[in-house]
């Protein structure tokens, strides 16, 4: 059974910075891509950001480039979110999910395997 596990969620001042951890487990393809999603109240859901194990190529949605920065330690199966300059406008469920990498970019993929997620609030 394929787990997948969000961690560090909290409340964090604008400007701020946090960070975030999605342990996924229990999986059976060699390569796999992790993608980070969120969603505000009221919102659809958004993608954040991506990474694939294969060859640790990285994607970035707008909203977020140039402040957040995705991250991936293989041998632990986890990945990291560092979130800087945040905003309250960040304040969302983030949500970690896995699918299995199959060589094309890890933000084309359909995720199968997602965690319960976590809350980010970023006060003003």
């Known amino acids: 059974e394929v787990q997948v596990v969000e961690s560090g969620g909290g409340l964090v001042q604008a400007g701020g910075s946090w960070r975030l951890s999605c342990t996924a487990s229990g999986f059976t393809f060699d390569d796999y891509a992790i993608s980070w999603f969120r969603q505000a109240p009221g919102k659809e859901r958004e993608g954040v950001s991506c990474?694939?194990?294969?060859?640790?190529?990285?994607y970035y949605y707008d909203s977020v480039k140039g402040r957040f920065t995705i991250s991936s330690d293989n041998a632990k199966n986890t990945v990291y979110l560092q979130m800087n300059s945040l905003k309250p406008e960040d304040t969302a469920e983030y949500f970690c999910?896995?699918?299995?990498?199959?060589?094309?970019?890890?933000?084309?993929?359909?995720?199968?395997?997602w965690g319960q997620g976590t809350q980010v609030t970023v006060s003003s």
């Open positions: 999910a896995v699918e299995e990498d199959l060589g094309y970019g890890c933000y084309m993929y359909e995720y199968s395997y």
């Open positions: 990474i694939s194990s294969s060859d640790g190529s990285t």
